[in-house]
């Protein structure tokens, strides 16, 4: 049975419909925004999620993300309050907070915030000196950013942040400090240099003073050794003598042992390098009844 023409343009219209009805389903994604306009004028924005666009009377005018985006303008000649020119650059983070006002709020909104940025940055130095220019970048930072902010909230752009990259004076001024870091680094390089040497005699001062202590109170402990071994040895010395009077008393000895005793140690004394020798009388006549016994022996032995 053969197809008529009418089913099969039945067929295609069909088809060019469903396609015509997918291609008008629109997902917004996470941190985007779509602006959407009807026959020319603003109708709504989508957020995040599913919608259906009616073909041919709605279309999207503009994606818009609403994340924090970071724009990086190219140097600027600024002049001081002192007739100083220097070349800026500054990073600027904004957000889009309203999709509406910053589709039709103005025409090209980074050519916009770039010309604004750079008319703030000439006003704001233009009350600086430049040494006050140099050393005052969060007060710029801080200024610029709430007049940017105040003067791009009609956009439906939030400024949250500037930052002045780099700040490049003349190439005389340049040098110059330059020159002068040069110096303030060897200062602070001679600075360390003569504390190290300090320290270190400090140190090697200690050291000898340590070592200084430490042999003193070595030779102390040597003398205190010694002085105690020489007590020692005179403690024993008394106690020997000690020991043998008291051995002596003990065996009652009569005067011929005493004088023998004493005849004894006048001997030891002899052996001396004494030249002259004083002999108690009384040690003198033991002595010589001493050397009389000794005689008689001898002669009665060799008479036997």
Do not use: C
């Not at 009805?21 to 602006?35: E, L």
């Not at 800026?88 to 050519?111: A, C, H, W």
């Not at 340049?174 to 190290?196: D, V």
């Not at 002595?287 to 008689?296: D, N």
């Amino acid at each position: 049975m053969p197809i008529r023409i009418e089913s099969i343009a039945l067929i295609i219209l069909v088809v060019l419909v469903l396609l015509l009805i997918v291609s008008n389903i629109v997902i917004v994604q996470q941190s985007k925004a779509y602006v959407v306009e009807r026959l020319g004028a603003f109708r709504t924005v989508w957020s995040v999620g599913l919608h259906f666009k009616l073909p041919f009377i709605e279309r999207i005018a503009k994606r818009v993300s609403l994340k924090e985006q970071v724009a990086d303008f190219a140097p600027q000649p600024v002049i001081t309050k002192d007739n100083v020119t220097m070349q800026i650059d500054t990073v600027i983070y904004f957000q889009i907070t309203d999709s509406k006002l910053y589709t039709y709020g103005v025409e090209r909104p980074m050519n916009a915030i770039e010309n604004l940025t750079a008319t703030t940055l000439r006003n704001i130095i233009g009350d600086m000196e430049l040494d006050q220019s140099l050393t005052s970048r969060d007060i710029i930072n801080t200024r610029m950013r709430a007049i940017l902010d105040e003067a791009t909230d009609p956009w439906g752009i939030k400024v949250n942040r500037v930052e002045l990259k780099n700040i490049l004076p003349p190439k005389e001024i340049q040098n110059a400090m330059e020159k002068q870091m040069k110096a303030e680094r060897e200062r602070r390089e001679a600075i360390l240099q003569a504390e190290g040497q300090k320290q270190s005699q400090i140190l090697v001062a200690e050291g000898d003073k340590q070592s200084a202590i430490l042999r003193a109170d070595a030779a102390k402990q040597a003398a205190i050794l010694h002085a105690e071994g020489e007590a020692e040895a005179i403690l024993k010395v008394q106690q020997a003598t000690a020991d043998a009077l008291r051995l002596l008393n003990e065996s009652s000895p009569n005067d011929q042992v005493i004088k023998l005793r004493a005849l004894e140690t006048m001997v030891k004394v002899a052996d001396g390098k004494a030249t002259k020798i004083i002999i108690p009388s009384e040690i003198q006549g033991l002595a010589g009844l001493a050397a009389s016994a000794k005689a008689l022996l001898e002669s009665g032995e060799s008479a036997k």
